[in-house]
């Protein structure tokens, strides 16, 4: 704010009219984003994320599925008989778990991201096709949705699992199936109240067409709420997804998914604990950067939906 | 009022139906020979599984199939358990209420502490406290809850020894009849001396992995409502009346902050169910959520059936009751639809 107040106090000139000037939304966006400094924390720690995900194969210092059977169970580096070799020890196989910790965050960040685009596509489809096409197929949607709704989400995901099968690909089926209602029913809503306004009965006026008006009239306005619930809807989709590989029903062995992990080393709370803190550490820490992340976007991206 | 009444009471039905063929699509879908899915033999003689075929209607249109089965249903047939032969209704009904149980505890203490944590943020907002419980409850949301009671079992059961790891109490200390199901009630009619305590002392951790959730969102709803409230006409009238910030904040401002917070507990039933599935399953407690992650292991797909059915229709039924009571609390409501 200090800054601001002296830029504008400033006289005249080149800087000075670039701050009265019309900023660009991005640039806005930005601005607005950068003052929430948990949001940023959690912005940077994510990406950290990604990019020990995307460069898992450089980075992680053996293969995640590499059984060292000279070193089962080895302590991490800091606990006594702890080596360099292994620097967050190994698990009850033999794998090394720093490697599979690296790479657990590509399968988490995979899942997260494609139920995310997923839902996110066939939801504002369903919830637009069911705002702007009114009576039948509006009650369908909507019925169905409440009917996803309706069921507890991980029972409604174990369900989906038990019948198709525990895989990666399933996991995926499950979260998206899940989680598409709250597209469905924010696109829905936004769409509704957007459709009465003028410039909608102006754009329908001139004679744009449904689809149309659709995807370049309507949705843009509908975006924000809609860009928030894909951020936290990442975070939610991966929790949901290691709840999933925790009970069994996820990734199988020997993927290194983090939830699947943590089922494995429960036999080893009592003599060896770093195996079962270390698999959750990770799902919390990339869980709380994407919601840090996300409730700056939505402080960014709408003042009204501001928390407090 | 009674319009309203049940209006919202036949929308359900069409839920319920909804759900049946969803379960009835559901088991369907399941892949290999539906005789063998249903019954869990595997390798029957060309006549036993004909014999089956026709005993269990599947030789008839799918329709009618469906029909059948909303039939039983209607009727309380839910099917047989394959693993225990017992009738999947009974088993739920047996195991219900360790559930239910385990989520009062967990929303007693969600409310107990979240309540007050968010109140108090409110009224000290922007200040250390507010900033500090506003993080922990960020924590608290973001908590994979399955991880959160590993943790739990390993310091305080393991490695301080305080409270038990599993179950719902001591089986080799107290025996004794338990005519409701809730363990603390049946605990306090055995007249066993320490049963009651030890049946709490069973429930601490698990309420606590199951509350952690809620707690923070509660604590969340809690402080923003609160901040709402308080800066209304009312309460401002109320100070320049001169009566004490504690009353002020106790009886003008948190009676009326509360009416969100009780709809966010009310609509909450349906991810505490999806919450006790892991909870159960981390302390072995005996209830719903635990029977059906092991009645998909045991590959026992009647039960699983029967058992997403009755969990949902629970939740259906308790947002319905919710629904009604907020018709009568709140005329607005009730008229407005």
């Given at each position: ?15 000075a ?92 960040l ?23 096409t ?150 919390l ?24 | ?7 919202r ?26 005789v ?56 739920f ?7 239910l ?49 590993l ?78 409230v ?86 259906v ?7 009604l ?11 407005g639809?």
């Amino acid at each position: 704010m200090a800054t601001d107040v002296a830029a504008l106090t400033r006289p005249i000139g080149d800087e000075a009219a670039a701050v009265l000037a019309q900023p660009s939304p991005l640039a806005s966006f930005w601005a607005a984003f950068r003052e929430n400094r948990g949001a940023v924390f959690g912005l940077a720690v994510f990406a950290i994320i990604v990019l020990l995900a995307l460069t898992a194969n450089v980075v992680a210092p053996h293969s995640p599925i590499d059984q060292f059977r000279d070193a089962v169970r080895a302590p991490p580096v800091w606990e006594k008989g702890g080596s360099w070799r292994f620097v967050l020890g190994t698990d009850g196989d033999g794998h090394d778990m720093l490697s599979r910790l690296i790479f657990g965050a590509r399968v988490s960040l995979f899942i997260g991201l494609s139920v995310m685009c997923v839902s996110f596509i066939a939801g504002v489809t369903l919830g637009l096709a069911a705002a702007m096409t009114g009576s039948v197929a509006d009650v369908a949607i909507t019925r169905l949705m409440d009917l996803i709704m309706a069921v507890p989400s991980l029972v409604l995901a174990v369900l989906v699992v038990a019948v198709l099968g525990p895989s990666l690909a399933n996991t995926i089926i499950a979260v998206t199936i899940v989680y598409l209602p709250n597209f469905v029913r924010l696109a829905r809503a936004s769409a509704l109240g957007e459709l009465n306004k003028d410039y909608v009965t102006a754009a329908r006026v001139v004679g744009v067409g449904p689809l149309r008006l659709a995807a370049s009239t309507v949705l843009p306005n509908c975006l924000a709420p809609l860009i928030v619930q894909a951020a936290l809807g990442v975070s939610s989709a991966i929790l949901e997804a290691a709840a999933l590989g925790f009970l069994g029903l996820g990734a199988q062995p020997p993927t290194p998914e983090w939830g699947s992990m943590l089922a494995d080393s429960r036999e080893f709370i009592r003599s060896d604990p770093w195996i079962v803190t270390l698999p959750g550490l990770a799902i919390l820490i990339t869980v709380l950067a994407i919601n840090l992340t996300g409730d700056g976007l939505r402080d960014a991206l709408d003042p009204k939906m501001r928390r407090g | 009022m009674v319009a309203y009444f049940l209006r919202r009471i036949a929308l359900t039905i069409p839920t319920f139906l909804a759900l049946m063929f969803l379960t009835f699509a559901a088991i369907r879908l399941v892949p290999g020979d539906p005789v063998e899915v249903r019954t869990g033999e595997h390798g029957m003689s060309p006549e036993r599984l004909a014999y089956f075929r026709h005993e269990l209607g599947l030789d008839q249109p799918v329709w009618r199939q469906f029909l059948a089965y909303v039939w039983r249903l209607a009727h309380g047939d839910f099917g047989v358990s394959l693993s225990s032969q017992d009738k999947v209704l009974t088993e739920f009904l047996t195991l219900f209420p360790a559930t239910l149980e385990l989520s009062f505890f967990a929303m007693l203490f969600a409310i107990a502490i979240g309540v007050p944590a968010g109140a108090l943020a409110a009224v000290k907002r922007g200040g250390f406290y507010d900033q500090a419980l506003m993080t922990v409850s960020l924590f608290g949301y973001s908590m994979p809850i399955f991880w959160w009671g590993l943790l739990l079992i390993m310091f305080v059961s393991v490695r301080l020894g305080l409270l038990p790891v599993s179950g719902r109490i001591d089986l080799i200390n107290y025996s004794f009849d338990q005519p409701t199901g809730f363990m603390t009630i049946d605990a306090l009619l055995s007249d066993e001396p320490g049963a009651f305590l030890d049946a709490l002392r069973h429930l601490i951790l698990p309420a606590i992995v199951l509350g952690t959730v809620p707690l923070a969102v509660i604590a969340r709803m809690t402080r923003s409502s609160m901040l709402e409230v308080l800066s209304e006409d009312y309460v401002r009238t109320a100070r320049a009346k001169g009566l004490s910030p504690s009353r002020v904040i106790g009886v003008h401002a948190l009676r009326n902050a509360l009416l969100p917070v009780v709809t966010v507990i009310g609509l909450s039933i349906s991810s505490l169910m999806a919450g006790a599935v892991l909870t159960e399953t981390i302390f072995s407690w005996p209830g719903v959520g635990h029977w059906l992650i092991d009645s998909i292991g045991r590959r026992d797909y009647p039960a699983l059936q029967g058992g997403v059915l009755l969990i949902s229709a629970v939740v259906v039924f308790v947002n319905l009751i919710v629904d009604l009571v907020y018709g009568i609390i709140d005329p607005r409501i009730s008229h407005g639809h």
